[in-house]
């Protein structure tokens, strides 16, 4: 039933395609590559290598300009204040969905941590390592997932396909209730992580369609600090709900309450969340117009849902790419392994089920301060590295107290303190995955980059909880002598990611200036509206003066520039902008460290 409701689903989301034409968007733009080439007296025989790509790899956002009658090569002017009411009607569109699945995908998640004080593993006689394997196993599924998930993403309707495996995962965890055996347990969390799979990869994703670079850090970091505020309060309603006398286990009231409304959700997220800015029902033409500028100085395109082999192989042959998904497996390491075991470190110093619950919620509010104040600090700087490896250093402090000091009701104060101090670490995983995200463009290699970060972070957490066992209890000193190791290794690679960025910018600047453009780019897409406005005004205004200058001298004019002034104009400085070429393409990209 859920394979005819996927299928008839897509069938009704998909634009309609015939034979000679498979994508709308391809037809679109041989369409008015047709018109252009016909229009010059010369022929197309005439025309640029360059021109020619361009115009083979727009993406949708282009499409619609050309739809509309703009070039997608005109710069249009966005004032302040319009920048902020659609940013304003995007926010207000799109994060409440994203919010509410966010956090369902982690509460689903972590609902196998609240079963376990409420008597999971004695109920369906768990032995050994196998409680390990149920928090495993979800990301070992969305592992296996992670690549056909990015063919997905590029090839259907993102806000459609997301929702739909939004069902499934809720349907799946309602009917995990009733598992009652290792076997039945371990086939539900695997279809669970499978169908959860989707989440991140396509958050991230909608983030980098709809927000500008500097924007985007805060969005990720918000729907990120969902997995904070489930030990708030998750803790709560599980302390609530277990508290019901009924003739299920807790955690099968657990289980049951929290799939149905999944389920809901996943109906809300079908009809309202849009798949594209350019497919918005929310906004006007002009507001899509407006909503489609506001990128264009990320340098990255919307979305094109035609699948390139080769922005796929050059994601695979990107140094950057492999330096992501290191970092972000070592800090997915410890992040699975104290998120599955973290409740039963502190049972060992906190017998009572009821108060080890409670006491995720100060922790959960301090995980919320940590992603926020990170997430915002990192956009006020406009650096990821540094910040990340300020975050470390707390969780080393905090990890070395839980292993020196015994495990018992005598040193409470002390564990809990170096328990708090874990806490930083859920600020470094949306910065990584907003780090890749704004470094990287080209639709294809974007979903092919980010599904290769989320295999590192699958790949983390499946190595996580094993290196906890309940046999090791109260101390479980492996995996916290280990979790000091992750950290450390994740400083060291924060500062060769910064080093090769910051070398990538300066190949790009002798690229540009090897075409006649100026080395240094202004990166405005990291910039409030307002100082864009200002930048821009100053830009015209050195532009009108070496323009002046340069017809007084009769200084020849360039490819790309002013045909008076000799300097480049802004048209040509956001030509490639929706163009789907990715970011090593594109010697305009400017990459942020």
């Given at each position: 039933?859920?394979?005819?409701l996927f299928?008839?689903?897509?069938?009704?989301?998909?634009p309609?395609q015939s034979?000679?034409?498979p994508?709308?968007?391809?037809?679109?733009?041989q369409?008015?590559?047709a018109?252009e080439?016909?229009?010059?007296?010369?022929?197309?025989?005439?025309?640029?290598d360059?021109d020619?790509?361009l115009?083979?790899?727009?993406d949708?956002?282009?499409?619609?300009?050309?739809?509309?009658?703009?070039?997608?090569?005109?710069?249009?002017?966005v004032?302040?204040?319009?920048d902020?009411?659609?940013l304003?009607?995007?926010d207000?569109a799109?994060?409440?969905?994203?919010l509410?699945?966010?956090?369902?995908?982690?509460l689903?998640?972590a609902?196998?941590s609240y079963?376990?004080i409420?008597?999971?593993?004695g109920?369906t006689g768990?032995?050994g390592?196998?409680?390990s394997w149920?928090?495993?196993?979800?990301?070992?599924?969305q592992?296996?997932m992670?690549l056909?998930?990015?063919?997905a993403?590029?090839?259907?309707?993102?806000g459609?396909?997301?929702?739909?495996?939004?069902?499934?995962?809720?349907?799946?965890l309602?009917?995990?209730?009733?598992?009652?055996?290792f076997g039945?347990?371990?086939?539900?969390?695997?279809?669970?992580?499978?169908?959860?799979a989707?989440?991140?990869?396509?958050?991230?994703?909608?983030?980098q369609?709809w927000?500008?670079?500097?924007?985007?850090?805060?969005?990720?970091?918000?729907?990120?600090c969902?997995?904070g505020?489930?030990?708030?309060f998750g803790?709560?309603?599980?302390?609530?709900?277990?508290?019901?006398?009924?003739?299920?286990?807790?955690?099968?009231?657990?289980?049951?309450?929290?799939?149905?409304?999944?389920?809901?959700?996943?109906?809300?997220?079908?009809?309202?969340?849009?798949d594209?800015?350019?497919?918005?029902?929310?906004?006007?033409d002009?507001d899509?117009?407006?909503?489609i500028?506001r990128l264009?100085?990320n340098?990255?395109?919307?979305?094109?849902?035609e699948?390139?082999?080769?922005?796929?192989f050059?994601?695979?042959?990107d140094v950057k790419?492999?330096?992501?998904?290191?970092?972000?497996f070592?800090?997915?390491?410890p992040?699975n392994?104290?998120s599955?075991?973290?409740?039963?470190?502190?049972?060992?110093?906190?017998?009572?089920?009821?108060?080890t619950i409670?006491?995720n919620?100060?922790?959960g509010?301090s995980?919320?301060?940590a992603?926020?104040l990170s997430a915002?600090?990192?956009?006020?700087?406009?650096?990821?590295?540094?910040?990340?490896?300020?975050?470390?250093?707390?969780?080393i402090?905090?990890?070395?107290?839980?292993l020196?000091?015994?495990?018992?009701?005598?040193h409470r104060?002390?564990?809990l303190a170096g328990?708090f101090c874990?806490?930083?670490f859920?600020?470094?995983?949306?910065?990584?995955?907003s780090?890749?995200?704004?470094?990287?463009?080209?639709?294809?290699?974007?979903?092919?980059?980010?599904a290769?970060?989320?295999?590192?972070?699958?790949?983390?957490?499946?190595?996580?909880p094993?290196?906890f066992?309940?046999?090791?209890a109260?101390?479980?000193s492996?995996?916290?002598?280990a979790?000091?190791?992750?950290?450390?290794?994740?400083?060291?690679l924060v500062g060769?990611t910064s080093?090769?960025?910051?070398y990538?910018n300066?190949h790009?600047?002798?690229r540009?200036?090897?075409l006649?453009?100026?080395?240094t780019v202004?990166d405005m897409s990291?910039e409030?509206a307002?100082?864009v406005e200002?930048?821009?005004?100053?830009?015209?205004a050195m532009?009108?003066?070496?323009?002046r200058?340069?017809?007084?001298n009769?200084d020849t004019?360039?490819?790309?520039?002013?045909?008076?002034s000799?300097?480049?104009?802004?048209?040509a400085?956001?030509?490639?902008?929706f163009a789907d070429?990715?970011?090593l393409?594109?010697?305009?990209?400017?990459?942020v460290?």
């Open positions: 039933m859920l394979s005819k299928s008839t689903t897509l069938k009704l989301a998909l309609s034979s000679a034409s994508n709308p968007y391809r037809a679109l733009n369409d008015e590559d018109n080439e016909g229009e010059r007296p010369d022929g197309p025989s005439h025309a640029s360059a020619s790509q115009k083979n790899h727009r949708a956002a282009a499409m619609l300009l050309i739809k509309l009658g703009r070039s997608p090569d005109e710069v249009i002017t004032s302040p204040a319009d902020a009411r659609i304003r009607r995007i207000l799109l994060l409440p969905l994203m509410s699945v966010y956090f369902l995908q982690a689903d998640k609902t196998l079963a376990s409420f008597g999971l593993i109920d768990l032995k390592d196998e409680f149920l928090g495993s196993i979800v990301y070992l599924a592992l296996i992670q056909p998930l990015a063919w993403l590029v090839k259907l309707p993102i459609k396909f997301t929702s739909i495996m939004v069902l499934a995962w809720g349907i799946t309602t009917l995990m209730t009733w598992a009652h055996t039945q347990l371990m086939a539900a969390r695997f279809f669970l992580g499978a169908f959860e989707c989440v991140g990869p396509a958050f991230v994703a909608i983030t369609m927000w500008r670079r500097r924007e985007q850090t805060l969005r990720i970091g918000s729907w990120y969902m997995n505020l489930t030990w708030v803790s709560l309603i599980t302390y609530g709900l277990a508290s019901i006398h009924s003739s299920l286990k807790p955690y099968q009231i657990i289980f049951l309450f929290f799939g149905i409304v999944t389920v809901a959700v996943s109906g809300a997220m079908f009809f309202w969340m849009p594209s800015p350019t497919e918005a029902k929310f906004l006007t002009n899509k117009i407006i909503a500028e264009r100085n340098q990255m395109g919307v979305m094109s849902r699948w390139r082999y080769a922005h796929f050059e994601a695979l042959r790419t492999w330096l992501w998904v290191t970092m972000i070592c800090i997915s390491v992040s392994g104290i599955t075991f973290g409740p039963l470190i502190i049972h060992s110093f906190v017998t009572d089920p009821f108060k409670l006491f919620v100060p922790v509010f995980h919320v301060i992603v926020s915002y600090v990192s956009m006020r700087w406009k650096l990821k590295g540094p910040v990340i490896a300020i975050l470390c250093i707390p969780p402090i905090g990890f070395s107290i839980l020196h000091f015994p495990h018992d009701a005598e104060a002390v564990l328990y874990l806490s930083t859920t600020g470094i995983t949306p910065l990584i995955y780090w890749s995200a704004q470094n990287t463009a080209g639709d294809t290699k974007r979903k092919c980059t980010s290769l970060v989320f295999i590192g972070s699958s790949a983390g957490n499946i190595i996580g094993l290196l066992t309940p046999d090791e109260p101390s479980y492996r995996g916290l002598r979790n000091v190791l992750f950290f450390t290794i994740v400083i060291v060769i080093l090769y960025l910051k990538l300066t790009h600047a002798k540009r200036v090897a006649g453009k100026s080395a202004l990291l409030t307002e100082e200002r930048m821009e005004a100053l830009e015209r532009r009108e003066g070496t323009q200058l340069s017809v007084e009769g004019r360039l490819e790309g520039e002013d045909e008076e000799g300097v480049q104009t802004e048209d400085k956001g030509r490639k902008a070429i990715t970011d393409e594109n010697e305009d990209f400017v990459f460290f």
